[in-house]
């Protein structure tokens, strides 16, 4: 018996100190189904399919703020709080919200990997311009934004990125997209350049048609360096047609990732109608049946598509007008709203109407008229390019409506701003920002329709999204600095461009 | 063991030998009144001072004589004298000589004294969870332990339970304690929670227990007791002991029986019923908005409502009660037990029914339990089987509107009835099936829609078994060695019908999850061993090893092809996604307990941990942590001479540490992933982490000090107990919150530091005391001090989750309580007047101020106070629990303000004169303003924006438990079949004696995490009554 206990004590006393404890656990915490790293290819097809975003944002920071705004779109629904400029926060933080986690995110990882691996080429300059797409939409939609430091908690380990003015990002954003291009070379993204599928010239076209735009960004408040930034975009070769416009096809599925966003609020919703501010503005316009159909019988006869005011109720809209919501033109639902319409991020056509801006101003030789017709040209001829089920429009009827509506020197601006607006219908984060620098088209508050009780910007046209209340918990220093600098977190507020 | 204990071992062994040669032995096992056996009891050969312990299992062997005595003893017990006769064997069953005198189960499932305790455990019997039965059995603790703190939600019958043990003590990880079922323990991970976007409460482990099986339930509070169990314990150990065959003379059979019926009588929702649908004061509104409370007062007209049918604009009536059904429960048990001298078993079965309050949503669970114990020789075998089959249809949805039937029920104004709601096709549909709206916001459902075609049914197939094998060597030494696995199928398919009026084609997925635990362990221990005279050693060390691997595949779809059959391979879009995570703690630990004259006893444990989860390679910070603990009881009582009032008096200490928090595997460095199914030929790849990886994680690590006495009076009709606790996680696992402009949520940091010091009284009196009436009350209160101390070096706020409004964050905030409610506030002015500003026709809206610690959602104050009276053969007995001291963020309130169904939006006049208001201005001038009746909606829509006006004290005392029994005279049944017979009527959640929340129960939160005070629509806490049958032949 004492050997069975003398025995079993050391049976177990072996147990307790000859075990290594820790065993193969080096090997079991690695995650069978993680890679420690990618091919740089499958993280650009991501960014560029994260960066024309989810639903999320695409409803409210798009749609139902800026293309309220702007008057492309309206509805009697009081949750399309840009309509009746009421204050939603997380509509309004929207695309900061989603932004950064996953845009901003996902192209600074790209830069970081390209810098490890010494990537001076193509692969950098499209990163690098990609980055400022993604980045100018925020500042021009927020103001101040964290920039420089944005997007690098894993790779410098900052938490709480500072924001940077966004004169200084301007700076930057234009500097980068210089350098960028002379990076682009004969290698290509292969088939993760979902964008350009390849093809390198049309990226520094791209490149030089966003440096005329951010250029031009400037006139209100640095006439100068627009004036100079904008002739180097201009000299070094900006989109040339409409085979040169940045967009990304999508896909009705298999995921949410593959879906125009837009496309996915338009199934969701039925809430939205083409404004009347809008539809005015195409009265006569060939467009108009492709863009819009009557929400009731889905009638394109452009009789029959009327805009819905803004910025009533369906009580006021039945009060002052005794019609419903669905009398209204909406979206034509066979033609632009799909799941599988490609997003739109710059055209030609705006190009064309930035270069007549251009020679209005005397900064580049050329006729403003020229350019101004080869915009409107482009802007109805890529209708049927963009939807296929849209139908083309003949270079006779574009003809028909330029001597319809011909080209007025004393008007150019507001003729010119007027056009570029109804050629960003959907890329509503550029329309808004084109018409806080131009002022065009002249837009009543709320249509003209009488104020909205319960508005929280004075009855004024908003100016600018606001940050996300987060901020202030998560980031309060730098964000304090913002606003400081900036001026209160509203909507009111103008970001430095627009001043 | 040193070699002096092993020369004492072998010196025992030699004269144990001796003497085994000399004398004829008596054999026999020691049980306690409910047939649990008792371990150290001494067993005597009277008159002499020859005597032996009785083993882990209460056995014994003495060596005696024909015609000697023996006397059997047990602290706490009436010892009892046999004389020896012919029989070889003598098995004996102690009767306590006082209640109050409790054998706990202690870590490992070792029995002991109360009086060996150096720290505070409680153990509650199963009568008082097999009573007045609850679908999570858990919740029949609710304010039955000093400490332990049970949260009720709003998530249905099958919802989830959070349990806290004397205050949380992770700020982001879990804080739940670790359950032990028969010695292997368990998973209880919530499989699914609604959040702030909505979603359902896909129930969690300990919800599968069977009430009906439990033995007793023992709850480790402090550190002292956890540190046995390591890492996984560092937030207390519920010890689950169920029922065994000991003590069943023959083939016993046990039938019970009960049926609950649950009801929405005590929710306190008591809306507006004046003004019908309408905006701006008029019976307009925006298309069909139905929610809007703005109209004009109920005059009877007839208004065209929603549908395009008009009908009168009056009210309808109390929609809650035209929508929520009564719930049934019927739980039924059929036991057989039988027990011979070497070899017990007990086989259960019990089959519970559930219909919840909300239609379509029903549960059934099947459990099987097998317990059996046999001896072969000097060796003991046990083996523990359950399983457990639950299935369930419709879990509802919770929290934001979509698909959440509970959304609308409350906010229709007065002038709708949600049964003119049920649509052409019937059940919320139209005629062709699809949602038959009734709001014009798309993301809100239909009640009916929401209920009968969302679908959300779950099958859990569950088997947890152990096996567990001890080897008596001697009588002082034995080596147990034990296997378990808890494992879990659970299959689950939800989606959103076709014709959804958010999304038309509807989706759908299929989800299945295999999680299994398994645990190891093998010990060699002694009992009562005694080292030299008053000097006894009670001790074991062993290893352990536990091991956790979940697998998961899902199948998602979206856009029905064909409309209404809802198959995944029957969508346009396709998806599948798949899951994967192992990982392992080994563990080496010991226990030393040194008794004095069975009066004075130190305990010592020390536990070393190695995590998986914390291995990397070339990583320079530990991956393992050892911790200790010593405790220390004295039972005064025993050792020098108190007046004669006192019966008994200990005292008791103890210091701890245990570490903890490593839980999630591959979280020390940044991996990545391909996603989705690419996009034109090219592969989607993106970073997989949301929050900032940090390779140098170490586990985190709990101090606790508790000191503690337990003093009882007058013949123990009385007694206190008292414990006061401090504790300390230090290095607590963080995310620290990254402004979401650095890309991430949060960064894992080993910086969190929070404290927890409460305290904990138990009282028990016995005031009266007659053969035929007797009156018991039991009153505890906890009150538990949270404090963060430190959140990483900059002082981070660590935010996590928020409501629906997006105006306010749970938030851990340095230097406050746990889980601050950090929401906008009204902006006020010096004097602390709202400001407003005014719109041009003079009415005020006022100002959004800035984010404020608005309250604490954890309630640091718990009571329960239980009465129970006994007359002859009826018994009844009650309950009333309560919390205070925290806070509650209502969305239901917040929205019924913003829609005009609240009745603050009333001015007491009605709204006919419109509403006054009085603050100041932005210029700080003040005013007193009666806002125009059509503006008074302006006014309030604004203060959806202010979570100030939503927080409510959320202190609540209400009658939990209620029932009256009616035991059978034995002589009644005396010549029946029937041994045992009783019948009971209970009742839960029977009323509120007190309630500081408006329209909500306080106890209306939408999941189990940490983020506890938010409320946004969940389903109503229900009343349940019911009766009870046992029957016992």
Redesign the interface.
Known sequence: MMKKIISTISIVCLLLTSCEFDKGFEELNVNPTKASQLDVNNKFASVFLRTSGGRYENWRASLIYSSTIVQHISSTATYWTGNFYTRNNDYATSLFDRAYPEQVKEIEDILYQLNEEGNTGTAMGVARIWRVFIYHRLTDLYGDIPYSEAGKGFIENILKPKYDAQKDIYADMLAELEAATGQLGADTLGNSDLIFQGDVGKWKKFANSMMLRLAMRLTKVDPAAAQSWATKAINAGTMTSNDDICFIQHTAGPEGVNKNGHGEVFTADGNPRLAKTFVNFLKDDPRLPILGARRSDGSTNPEDLIGLPSGLTTGALEEKYGTVSDDYAEPNRKVITGEDTPMVFQTFAEVAFLKAEAAVRGWITGNAKEHYEEGVKAAMQMLSMLYPNAAAISDEEVAAYLSAKPYQEDKAMQMIHEQYWAATFLNEYEAFANWRRTGYPELEPFGGEGVYNGNVTQGTIPRRMIYPNSESSTNPESFAEAIARQGPNEFTTRVWWDK | ?NLQN?KI??FF?LSL?IYVVQAQIVTGNVTDENGIPLPGATVLVQGTNQGVSSDFDGNYSIEVSQGQSLEFSFVGYSSQIIQVGAASQINVQLLPDNKLEEVVVTALGIKRNTKAVGYSVTQVEGDEINTVKSTNAINALQGKIAGVQISGNATGAKGSTRVIIRGNSSLSGNNQPLYVVDGITINNSNLGSAGLWGGADAGDGISALNPDEVQSVSVLKGGAAAALYGSRASNGVILITTKSGIGSEGLGVELSSSIQFDDIKNDPYDPQTRYGQG??Y?T????I?TYANWGIPLNGSSVEQWDGVARPYTYKGNNLNKFYETGRTFINTIALSNATDRSNMRLSFTNLQNSDIIPNSTLERNTLGLNANQEFGDFTATVNLKYINDDSVGAPRLSDSPGNANFGIRLFAPSIDVNDMLGAGGLGTNEDGTEFRTS???FSQNPWFAAYQFFDNSVKERFIGSAQIRWD??DY?Y?TGRLGTDRFDYDRTSGTPYGTA????GSMSEYKLTNIQSDGD???GTDNLTLIENISLTAF???GKNYQNSESVSANG??FIVPFLYTVKNT????SG???????I???YGSAELGYKNALFLTFTAR?D????????NKTAP??DLYTSASLSLVLSDLIIMPEAISFLKLRGGYSQVAGGAND??A???????????????????????S??NPNITPFEKNETEVGFDLRVLNNRASIDFTYYSNETNGDIVG??????????S?LENLGVISNKGIELLLNVRPLEHNDFSWDFTFNYSNNTSKIVSTNDAG??I?LDEPRS??L?V?HIVGEQYGAL?G?SYNRDAQGRIIHDI?P?G?P?PQVG??KILGFGVSPISIGFTNSFRYKNYNLSFLIEGKSGGQIYSGTNALAKYFGAHKATIDADGRENGFTVSGVDANGTPFNTTIAPD?IE?YW??TY?IAEEAIYDSNYLRIRQFSIGYQFPSELLYGSFIQNASLSLIGRNLFFLHNSVENVDPESGYNVNNSQGLEWFGLPVPRSVGLNVNLKF
């Open positions: 063991m092993k071992i072998f062994f030998f905006r701006d008029s307009n509104s925006d298309n908005d014009d916001n798309t060597i001697t030494l080596l958010y999304q038309p084609l093998l010990f060699l060390a062993g290893v979206g856009n346009e879009n396709q998806s798949y899951g994967f995570s192992e990982r392992k080994n563990s080496a070393n190695w995590f998986s989860t914390l291995s990397l390679p991956n393992n595997p591959y020390l460095n940044l991996s990545y992933g391909i996603y989705g199914q690419g996009h034109q030929g090219a592969s989607l790849g993106n970073i997989s982490n949301g900032i990886p620290v919150s990254a402004s979401r402009t650095s890309g991430y949520s960064a981070t706020n935010t997006r105006n964050n938030t950090y906008t719109d026709d009415t809206i800035d984010r503006r302006d829509r604004q924006g």
